[in-house]
């Protein structure tokens, strides 16, 4: 099959981790950008990808590269494409656009022009123009412009991939699924020992970690991907791959999570069992002060409340008892956790050996790792937990921290401002549109909001793919249904 190019995109912070999904995955060029990541590959690969990357929000293929320094530029050069190699009058369309360019100030802007350039080449034609439509497209057509340099793109995913189509209902504050995959992923923990979330929420950390543990794909819950309403679908080709399962894996392991609020767990039960999970992880409503000591080695993976979106009445208090519970109960594991200000970490007390810099949505975070020895230090290093020099996440730390302290040169540089020394307490990114790390009060809460929302509808609206909860497949090869009926 022939090759062509593709860009994923994702969040900043994952670029790395999801290179090497793409590279795992048989991607060729793979070149790591901001928030994305091209890689060339044939059809099969771009169903791939959609059907089985963690990390990525969504995958386009360019087909048209071009200069342009206007809005009227891009329409003449718009309305030469043979726009029907991809989409008939029938087919409804959007255009999405990003712009990082002096010349184009207005990315709308672009995009209408793109979309008129496209109803003028059926009009023109058939004397018709096909419908445009924003909520559910047949084609999603997408224009990046940075400087003069124009790539137009087919969205091959349609509603981002972290919609996996398994949350039934939300928590407040729940963390994206990609997100949640990333850290996982960053951990390194592969299945190969236990696993627990104490502050899981809504479940999305143990379900991704489920999904992982299992090499189950994430995509096996959509009900769709764009590509399927494509003139060049191939139906066999996506049917071969949605029901190869030969890389699945049993998981011999626990993954544990608890939350101290009922709620939350009836939430992360409903949510697992519509991945047909609810076998593997062991939810329990159990407060993380009552967390006992471990009896073999566990990763803890965590998303506790940061005082933003969640109320907590003693942020500060509960970051030490997270501390106080790690050293005394997480003996010869290790523990990641996600969290906005550094008054927190500082109360957790323990030294992190990672420091890795992420967005969860607007608000730039840290993932810390904390290793948690049992005072035979050199017995812990000497297995086969061995700590090695070059372990992704303390790179991809320190190479972010640079970055960032590059970025912040450059933003003194432009404001005319004295750089800040180097300071650990103090936030490594200032994006203009990113709040910092900001200060507790007097071990005040940070939160503004006063009240928790009600829980939120499933955000697809998609049924859960499997009703059974007994860690049934979804439907495969041997199920005598066509192909993806039982979804619809
Ligand atoms: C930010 S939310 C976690 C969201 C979750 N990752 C998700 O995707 O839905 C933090 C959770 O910590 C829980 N929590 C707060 N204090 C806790 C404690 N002491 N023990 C256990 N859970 C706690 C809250 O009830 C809340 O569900």
Known sequence: MTEFEMIAKTFQGLEEILAKELIDLG?????????????????????????????AIRILKPFL????????????????????????????????????????????????????AIADYFRDKYGKRPNVSVANPDLTFHIHISHDDCSLSLDSSGESLHKRGYRQEAMEAPLNEVLAAGMILMSGWDGKCDFVDPMCGSGTIPIEAALIAKNMAPGL?????????????????????????????????TIRGYDKDPKAILTAKRNAKAAGLLDTIRFEQRDFKDFEPVKQRTVIITNPPYGERLVEDNLLGLYEMIGERLKHALIGGEAWIISYHYECFDKIGLKPSAKIPLFNGALPCELRKYEIFDGRYNDFRGGDRRLKKDDLPTRRSSTLRHKARLAEKQEAKEADKPLRKTDERKPFRKADDHKPFRKAEGGKPFHKSDGKKPLRKNESGAKPFRKSEGGAKPFRKTDKKPFRNNRK
Not at 27 to 54: T, W
Not at 230 to 236: A, E, I, L, M, S
Request: hydrophobic share 40%; proline share 0%; aromatic share 18%.
């Open 27 to 55: 991607a060729n060029g793979v070149a790591i950008g901001n928030r994305m990541v091209s890689f060339k590959g044939d059809k099969a690969l771009m169903y791939k990808a959609n059907f089985h990357l963690r990390t």
């Open 65 to 116: 590269h071009f200069k342009a320094d206007s809005a009227d530029d891009v329409y003449e050069i718009c309305r030469k494409v043979d726009w029907e190699k991809y989409m008939d009058l029938s087919d409804s369309f959007a255009v999405d656009s990003v712009v990082y360019s002096e010349d184009f100030r207005h990315s709308k802007f672009v995009a209408y022009r793109v979309k008129d």
């Open 221 to 253: 819950f959509r009900s769709s991907f764009a590509f399927e309403k494509w003139k060049d679908f191939d139906r066999d080709l996506f049917e071969e791959i949605y029901n190869d399962d030969s890389q699945e894996r049993d998981f011999e392991f």
